[in-house]
């Protein structure tokens, strides 16, 4: 199994611009999330799915969105991206509310 | 709503000693999970317990324990003589029993010297 994937690893956007970061787990997890972590911070939730086609607002939903087509793959699209969004995205995957596998992160500069 | 505080930033401690790493929380589900998660400085996250909110048992694997007190909101994970490798930022975290809206912590970084 390749756990969570993410990709792409790194990536740099200039202000205004948009882009969707990729998110997929072969597990056959039903819930799958978005976090991101700002330097020196711990995460915090940005959108979550318990579901294909069921979504939810975390703690800091603004300048995104999610979209859930298949158990597999839940991505995360920034419109309009703002220095404010620079930071490490983190999708994670979990079976109901155990242990969240976590991939290995997105590094997003915005500048 | 809910809150994990994590009021150590940093610790520093000397191969060998055993450290705690604190962790009070603010929630008012009456069931609930609390979590630790270990970043190494290679930067992915490592799950390392999960406890329900209706179990207070301690816990101990190998140099790691956890103490529980729903008592005082406080979930504090030990570390038993310290390691180079126990170096990383240790997060707790905690989620309702009945939705996935998990909140960490700020999180602690430990440094063990040799």
């Known amino acids: 199994n390749a756990g969570v994937t993410q990709t792409p690893k790194f990536r740099i956007l200039k202000i205004g611009q948009s882009m969707t970061l990729q998110c997929a787990q072969d597990m056959n997890h039903n819930y799958m999330y978005w976090y991101r972590q700002d330097p020196g911070m711990g995460l915090k939730l940005i959108y979550y799915s318990v579901g294909a086609g069921i979504t939810d607002k975390g703690e800091v939903p603004n300048g995104y969105n999610v979209s859930r087509s298949t158990t597999e793959d839940f991505p995360l699209r920034l419109e309009l991206a703002a220095p404010s969004q620079t930071s490490v995205y983190f999708c994670a995957s979990s079976y109901s509310s155990g242990e969240q596998y976590f991939g290995p992160g997105t590094r997003l500069t915005v500048t | ?114």
């Open chain 2, 1 to 114: 709503a809910q809150k994990v505080t994590q009021a150590q930033t940093e610790i520093s401690v000397v191969e060998k000693e055993d450290v705690t790493l604190d962790c009070v929380y603010e929630t008012r589900d009456t069931t609930y999970y609390l979590f630790w998660y270990k970043q190494p400085p290679s930067g992915e996250l490592v799950f390392l317990i999960r406890r329900n909110s209706f179990d207070e048992q301690n816990e101990i694997s190998g140099r790691y324990s956890w103490n529980f007190q729903k008592s005082t909101s406080s979930f504090n994970f030990t570390i038993t003589a310290s390691q180079v490798v126990d170096s990383a930022v240790y997060f707790c975290a905690l989620t309702p029993y009945n939705n996935n809206d998990m909140r960490f912590g700020a999180g602690t970084r430990l440094t063990v010297k040799p």
